[in-house]
């Protein structure tokens, strides 16, 4: 008798976890909000593939993905852009159908951020005091946009930074202390040290967004700064 009821319990068991299964979805929401540096401008002045092309494609391959949202892409978005929207609950429609920044953000489980690359790019020159005020006002937008986030979502972040930041060892010291402060669910992905002194990645200073090779670059630096699979 007991044996029966053994084989009843397990056959149950067995059943509910072959439904949970087939069911269940584990697979990640990814929300991608970013400006030209995602869009996939080249030095050139057009454009063609990005690092968002690249993880999108590599997301979807090893179906790691329910959600991969980039409708949230636009030449020119910065941080006081998005948080303009954000403050205003911004929708924008795809296919006739509402898509909320909020509720995109609420659904998220990893939210990349790439922001103010051009207005970034508009800096580079400027002398060393001014320019750590720009690193400081580009840090109080992005810890506000965070802040934000964190108030509606768990989701983990990544963003795309330090692209185009004029180094020194002072500059790189003041940037390293201001990303300490992060929590663990915000990744720093610090671009300027290994992309920018390299002429196939930024083939043309006086339009220093990269090439096919530079966003192919950043890709990789994302996937091994992040690791994908266990979230």
């Given at each position: 008798?007991?044996?029966?009821?053994?084989?009843?319990?397990?056959?149950?068991?067995?059943?509910?976890?072959?439904?949970?299964?087939?069911?269940?979805?584990?697979?990640?929401?990814?929300?991608?909000?970013?400006?030209?540096?995602?869009?996939?401008?080249?030095?050139?002045?057009?454009?063609?593939?990005?690092?968002?092309?690249?993880?999108?494609?590599?997301?979807?391959?090893?179906?790691?993905?329910?959600?991969?949202?980039?409708?949230?892409?636009?030449?020119?978005?910065?941080?006081?852009?998005?948080?303009?929207?954000?403050?205003?609950?911004?929708?924008?429609?795809?296919?006739?159908?509402?898509?909320?920044?909020?509720?995109?953000?609420?659904?998220?489980?990893?939210?990349?951020l790439s922001l103010g690359s051009?207005?970034?790019?508009?800096?580079?020159?400027?002398?060393?005091?001014?320019?750590?005020?720009?690193?400081?006002?580009?840090?109080?937008?992005?810890?506000?946009?965070?802040?934000?986030?964190?108030?509606?979502?768990?989701?983990?972040?990544?963003?795309?930074?330090?692209?185009?930041?004029?180094?020194?060892?002072?500059?790189?010291?003041?940037?390293?202390?201001?990303?300490?402060?992060?929590?663990?669910?915000?990744?720093?992905?610090?671009?300027?040290?290994?992309?920018?002194?390299?002429?196939?990645?930024?083939?043309?200073?006086?339009?220093?967004?990269?090439?096919?090779?530079?966003?192919?670059?950043?890709?990789?630096?994302?996937?091994?700064?992040?690791?994908?699979?266990?979230?």
């Open positions: 008798m007991r044996i029966k009821i053994f084989i009843i319990s397990f056959c149950s068991f067995l059943f509910s976890f072959l439904i949970y299964k087939v069911y269940s979805d584990d697979r990640l929401n990814v929300l991608s909000i970013g400006d030209d540096l995602s869009l996939g401008l080249t030095p050139f002045n057009s454009y063609g593939e990005s690092y968002n092309d690249f993880l999108k494609s590599y997301l979807n391959k090893y179906n790691l993905t329910s959600i991969y949202n980039d409708y949230f892409i636009s030449e020119g978005e910065t941080f006081e852009s998005i948080l303009h929207k954000f403050n205003d609950d911004y929708n924008l429609f795809v296919k006739n159908k509402s898509i909320s920044l909020r509720k995109s953000i609420a659904d998220a489980d990893i939210i990349i051009e207005k970034t790019f508009g800096k580079c020159g400027l002398s060393k005091e001014k320019f750590i005020d720009y690193i400081d006002e580009y840090f109080d937008l992005l810890n506000e946009f965070i802040d934000k986030i964190g108030k509606i979502s768990n989701s983990d972040i990544i963003v795309i930074g330090g692209y185009c930041f004029d180094y020194n060892e002072e500059v790189n010291q003041h940037i390293l202390n201001l990303v300490s402060s992060f929590n663990d669910n915000v990744y720093f992905i610090n671009l300027y040290n290994e992309i920018h002194e390299s002429s196939i990645y930024i083939p043309n200073k006086n339009m220093p967004f990269p090439s096919l090779e530079g966003y192919d670059f950043i890709f990789k630096r994302i996937v091994f700064s992040y690791d994908f699979v266990k979230k």
